[in-house]
T-cell receptor, first 118, second 115 residues
Framework: GAVVSQHPSRVICKSGTSVKIECRSL??????MFWYRQFPKQSLMLMAT?????????EQGVEKDKFLINHASLTLSTLTVTSAHPEDSSFYIC??????????????FGPGTRLLVL | AQSVTQLDSHVSVSEGTPVLLRCNYS??????LFWYVQHPNKGLQLLLK????ATLVKGINGFEAEFKKSETSFHLTKPSAHMSDAAEYFC?????????????WGLGTSLAVNP
């Protein structure tokens, strides 16, 4: 149980285009999902907290107009990188916390999406 | 405020020898602590977690960690390393104050296991 999927697993795009990444909780409902960014050989950096039915909360220094987050249902959150540039190339990881119950202590992570902007 | 420090960026052990990955934390409130493992090209996997129950926590794959409040430490150990343990390990802290579920991540420790 507690499986989180991400799609696509990797994407290559041209500079200036937009890319959408999906994060789904497959067997549980998640009121809250998180989006992280990880640079090579570095730790995870929290970008934003996504709450179902409300606006995402962005961390300091993360441009909300550049990284659009939509959490339309209890099992799906999307991250859209708008007008992508080479410096946006990174590994993007989402996680989800089950709604209620003892398991809300734990975040379950997706496998990540590797974005390469040419 | 919460923070977490992984004292070693890289640890190298021989197969069959013990593993020790060190982690110290800082938290204003009683924290929850986690260890995650990240294998190359795979997603993060939860090894174990401490949430104010038993201070010695047993996880998957033979790993365990002990919460020591007096030392503000949560070191990860395994009696005998296996080649498949080679990966990146992250110590993570979460404050239990309020409804903030944000995790604070350590910088990671890369574990190499030599034959």
């Amino acid at each position: 149980g507690a499986v989180v999927s991400q799609h696509p697993s990797r994407v290559i795009c041209k500079s200036g285009t937009s890319v959408k990444i999906e994060c789904r909780s497959l067997d549980f409902q998640a009121t809250t999902m998180f989006w992280y960014r990880q640079f090579p050989k570095q730790s995870l950096m929290l970008m934003a907290t996504s709450n179902e039915g409300s606006k995402a909360t962005y961390e300091q220094g993360v441009e909300k107009d550049k990284f659009l987050i939509n959490h339309a249902s209890l099992t799906l959150s999307t991250l859209t990188v708008t007008s992508a540039h080479p410096e946006d190339s990174s590994f993007y990881i989402c996680s989800a916390t089950p709604s209620g119950g003892a398991t809300q202590e734990t975040q379950y992570f997706g496998p990540g999406t590797r974005l390469l902007v040419l | 405020a919460q923070s977490v420090t992984q004292l070693d960026s890289h640890v190298s052990v021989s197969e069959g020898t013990p593993v020790l990955l060190r982690c110290n934390y800082s938290s204003s409130y009683s924290p929850s602590l986690f260890w995650y493992v990240q294998h190359p090209n795979k997603g993060l996997q939860l090894l174990l977690k401490y949430t104010s129950a038993a201070t010695l926590v047993k996880g998957i794959n033979g790993f365990e960690a002990e919460f020591k409040k007096s030392e503000t430490s949560f070191h990860l150990t395994k009696p005998s390393a296996h080649m498949s343990d080679a990966a990146e390990y992250f110590c993570v802290v979460r404050s239990n104050a309020g409804n903030n579920r944000k995790l604070i991540w350590g910088l990671g420790t890369s574990l190499a296991v030599n034959p």
